[in-house]
């Protein structure tokens, strides 16, 4: 029997990261259950195209496979570390890239800093603070399913802290792009954007989530700290498309 295709949020788990995967189930997005495995397509989702997967054993598996013939092998499966450990064990072309923290929350850190929502006049500064600081960030200004930027300035109205508002789904808002200049580092400014932008994202979606590389131990505990609660998963992708450029 072949899977079920879902049409509808509501068909999906109560899973936050199923839930951000999903983006509102807007235009090219597929979903597909079997029994309580789920997986979901989304194309140029945080500048990849990703296969959410929910679930384990071979229902999981039967539906990956499945997902992959219909939308190709460049999705890549993000989800529970377990969950993307079965899938690279299972399919020898596929390869873990990295594992990570996810970390969400449904309440307001309560945090009160100097962070506020930047406008347009802002993006330069924006992007000159990542070229410099963070390079590799996947969040930058103009790029897809950016919605806006908050920042902190210093006393002398430089820009020295920012985040974005990032590929946020209806149900899940999403955190990224959280940069800091070395010179301002250690002064709350790091937790004041994000805490303005988590709080800001839960009260319009109900929950808030960002990512974490597994050895960013800083980062972790700061959001620990604004009350982000962390699971661990991975990425994987096919070994024809681990070196693919952002795009």
């Known amino acids: ?10 068909d999906l788990p109560a899973d936050p990261l199923v839930l951000w995967s999903a983006q509102g189930m807007r235009p090219g997005v597929r979903a597909w259950r079997d029994g309580d495995a789920v997986v979901v397509a989304c194309p140029d989702l945080s500048r990849r195209h990703r296969l959410a997967v929910h679930g384990t054993g071979g229902r999981l598996l039967g539906l990956v496979r499945h997902a992959l013939a219909e939308v190709g092998p460049e999705y890549r499966p993000l989800g529970d570390a ?6 690279v064990a299972a399919f020898p072309e596929i390869e873990l890239l990295d594992r990570f923290w996810w970390m969400d929350t449904s309440d307001r850190t ?12 802002a993006v330069p500064e924006v992007r000159a ?7 590799g960030s996947y969040a930058r200004p103009g790029g897809t399913g950016i919605r806006r930027w908050a920042g902190v300035r210093d006393e002398h109205g430089a820009l020295v802290a920012a985040a974005a508002d990032a ?6 808002g999403f955190l990224a792009g959280v940069v800091t200049a070395p010179a301002a580092r250690g002064r709350g400014h790091a937790a004041a954007v994000c805490g303005l932008v988590v709080d800001t994202l839960v009260a319009r979606t109900g929950r808030a989530a960002l990512m ?3 050895w960013n131990d ?5 959001y620990t700290k604004l009350g982000l609660t962390a699971r661990p998963i991975a990425a994987a992708a096919h070994r024809s498309f681990v070196d693919q450029p952002l795009d």
Not at 110 to 121: E, I, M, N, P, Q
Not at 129 to 135: G, H, I, M
Not at 167 to 172: D, I, Q
């Open 82 to 87: 377990d969950a993307v450990t079965e899938v």
């Open 218 to 222: 800083a980062a972790r505990t700061l």
């Open 167 to 172: 590929w946020s789904a209806p149900e899940v």
């Open 212 to 214: 974490v590389d597994s």
């Open 1 to 10: 029997m072949p899977p079920t295709r879902l049409t509808a949020v509501s």
């Open 110 to 121: 309560g945090f009160r800093g100097g962070a506020s929502w930047l406008d347009a006049d």
């Open 129 to 135: 603070l990542l070229d410099t600081e963070y390079p």
